[in-house]
């Protein structure tokens, strides 16, 4: 573009400048000064686009877990908080689950945290793929886990939750030495007006039924207050 604009004005500029004199002079201080203005307004344009580029890999690497790819503690927490105030005026519904891995430090100590990571990081394509594509999943720290269901009442989320257990129990998790090993998480929920009338207190009492899950025998679901599947 800057070649075919410095050619149109040369060919005006030899028809409309009657001294001949001062076609080369002026053609190459024209040429030269847009050149150089061309290539500066270039660089920082790629400037400002590679800048831009680089925030936004940052901005998505401060809300997704590296390990995973899911969703970190922080998506988490600024999603939730957003939720939770909207809650308040359209009375919607809205469950959460807790999960975590049953005996998750045997696995570590048996095989290493190189294979735990891809037992994580398998674990984290399974509940993408068990779970609504609008649903929230993230990984919260270590072998936790948790599922936002959003507009889903208790019954729903149990039923989700469930599907979730199984495929995680009858999965066949490969490790990077090929070996196959299984496994089994334990499940709590809460659910926004059925176990939980006061919204702040989801993840609470989420957690509470996942402690409950655990104390009680594990690879099981367990709904804040009631248990409704026991494995």
């Not at 290539?39 to 686009?49: A, D, E, G, N, T």
């Not at 735990?116 to 919260?140: C, I, Q, Y």
């Not at 090993?181 to 939980?196: D, F, M």
Request: hydrophobic share 40%; charged share 25%; with cysteine.
């Amino acid at each position: 573009m800057l070649t075919f604009s410095n050619i149109v004005f040369s060919s005006l500029a030899l028809v409309l400048i009657k001294d001949t004199d001062l076609h080369g002079p002026i053609i190459v201080t024209y040429c030269a000064i847009s050149y150089i203005a061309g290539y500066m307004s270039f660089y920082i344009v790629h400037f400002l686009r590679s800048s831009q580029e680089m925030f936004n890999k940052y901005k998505s690497e401060s809300t997704t877990d590296r390990l995973t790819g899911l969703n970190n503690v922080r998506k988490f927490d600024e999603v939730y908080n957003k939720l939770i105030n909207d809650l308040k005026t359209n009375n919607q519904s809205l469950s959460l689950l807790y999960i975590d891995i049953d005996f998750f430090k045997k696995i570590n100590d048996t095989y290493g945290h190189t294979e735990g990571d891809e037992v994580l990081k398998e674990l984290g394509s399974l509940l993408l793929n068990n779970t609504r594509n609008f649903d929230l999943v993230s990984r919260n720290g270590g072998e936790e886990f948790t599922v936002i269901l959003l507009d889903c009442r208790l019954d729903r989320a149990f039923e989700i939750a469930e599907q979730i257990r199984k495929k995680i129990e009858k999965h066949n998790f490969t490790l990077n030495s090929g070996k196959e090993i299984n496994l089994t998480i334990s499940i709590g929920i809460a659910s926004y007006q059925e176990t939980t009338e006061d919204s702040a207190m989801l993840i609470k009492d989420a957690d509470q039924a996942l402690y409950q899950a655990k104390n009680t025998g594990r690879n099981k679901v367990v709904a804040f207050k009631n248990t409704l599947s026991q494995a």
